[in-house]
Nanobody, 123 residues
């Protein structure tokens, strides 16, 4: 069992940056692949980024590639999402999620989810 708590969301102007954090409980955090997803009002939850258990492998949605960076610190049981050059269309609730390896971009394949953190980008 893994419990996930996101933080770091907020209101930012277009072009700005935010760093989201996701703190995980449990001693087996390092065995999980981790992902970030987001859900805008009236839309389905979509994949944003994922990282392998070691941090060596990452995947990104085309819409955030080159602007967002996912990373993890297994010693701190935390995964991060650095978001730069934010756009109004990045406005959403951002969720982190965990699954046993291997890494996945598919929402149904994730077993554990956080409560989400709101990110709002103003134009």
């Amino acid at each position: 069992q893994v419990q996930l708590v996101e933080s770091g969301g907020g209101l930012v102007q277009a072009g700005g940056s935010l760093r989201l954090s996701c703190a995980a409980s449990g001693r087996t955090f390092s065995s999980y692949a981790m992902g970030w997803f987001r859900q805008a009002p009236g839309k389905e939850r979509e994949f944003v980024a994922a990282v392998t258990w070691s941090g060596a492998g990452t995947y990104y949605a085309d819409s955030v590639k080159g602007r967002f960076t996912i990373s993890r610190d297994n010693a701190k049981n935390t995964v991060y999402l650095q978001m730069n050059s934010l756009k109004p269309e990045d406005t959403a609730i951002y969720y982190c999620a965990a699954r046993g390896s291997p890494i996945s971009t598919m929402r149904p394949e994730y077993d554990f989810w956080g409560q989400g953190t709101q990110v709002t980008v103003s134009s």
